[in-house]
């Protein structure tokens, strides 16, 4: 994201020469810079003017700085809205006691310029680098959802994994159904693939593929297999020690179940219960290959 506009500061101090000054000074430095006598309807001054950063004198009569601290940060955080506190050298009480209630940084009086810009652009920068975050995140999230896949991000270090709402739901399972730990995901693979889908996992972390990729079935709650596709990369550190690895969940059942060239469904065949017993896979063999020649006898 792409800071488009200048930040805007408010500056709050109950000294008319002290903040023309300040203003003036960042005003040069191509801030917009609204100004305030004292904190009365102070958040509503933030919300009205879309307020970047505050520069909070203390000692003030009325409301003190502290008091308007505390009622800004009912409302918004410390990465939403930047708040400098501006104080005199003897009150290193109030200082702690600000930082305490969620304060940003301080300056001390009389204001070393230098020293307040480089601390206003320190704080605006993580304040946008935030909302960049937020952003990307925000993005993400609606693609994720957009495209119906589950996402999945392991962390290899603390051995966790964390399993989207969707990828649960692929599978049948509620939010609090299915935890962190990586067997949730393996133990569900079929008996046939779990093996050669760890070593396609393995594969890719050692750098022999460029991403891990693979088809494989997954148990449902139901008690049948959905073949999934499984997609990821790998996050290495300098040494090449794997750190993470993320990806997705594709459901690809209905093309593995449908004959390629008729479309006609062949989920009885595929969609083989849990129990894998010879029986049940036998009866379902065949009630699907009486389907299917019914089917192409009808359509003769």
Not at 4 to 17: F, H, T
Not at 234 to 245: C, F, I, N, Y
Request: aromatic fraction near 6%; charge should be negative.
């Amino acid at each position: 994201m792409t800071n488009a506009r200048p930040s805007k500061l408010l500056i709050v101090d109950d000294n008319e020469m002290n903040r023309d000054m300040l203003a003036r000074r960042l005003l040069r430095k191509g801030y917009v810079v609204s100004l305030a006598e004292n904190a009365k309807e102070l958040l509503q001054r933030v919300q009205e003017d879309a307020v970047d950063l505050v520069l909070l004198d203390i000692e003030m009569p009325e409301i003190s700085g502290l008091d308007a601290l505390q009622n800004l940060r009912n409302h918004y955080s410390a990465a939403q809205l930047p708040i400098i506190m501006v104080t005199a050298k003897a009150q290193s009480d109030d200082i702690v006691k600000a930082l305490d209630l969620g304060a940003n940084d301080y300056l001390t009086k009389p204001v070393d310029f230098p020293v307040a810009v480089a601390r206003i652009g320190t704080q605006l920068a993580h304040k946008h680098a935030q909302e960049a975050l937020k952003e990307s995140e925000e993005r993400y999230s609606l693609a994720a959802r957009g495209s119906n896949d589950g996402l999945w991000d392991w962390n290899l270090s603390a051995n966790v994994v964390h399993f989207s709402p969707r990828w649960k739901a692929m599978l049948g399972y509620q939010e609090n159904e299915i935890d962190d730990r990586p067997s949730e995901w393996f133990d569900r693979i079929h008996d046939a693939d779990r093996d050669r889908v760890k070593e396609e996992i393995a594969a890719h972390q050692k750098g022999v593929t460029p991403h891990f990729q693979s088809e494989h079935r997954v148990l449902h709650k139901d008690g049948t297999f959905r073949w999934m596709l499984s997609r990821g990369v790998a996050v290495h550190d300098a040494s090449g020690k794997t750190l993470r690895m993320a990806g997705s969940q594709t459901d690809i059942t209905e093309g593995k179940v449908s004959d390629p060239l008729t479309g006609l469904p062949i989920a009885c065949c595929s969609l083989t219960a849990s129990d894998g017993s010879s029986s049940t896979q036998s009866v379902a063999k065949t009630s699907c290959l009486r389907f299917y020649s019914w089917t192409l006898m009808d359509s003769r």
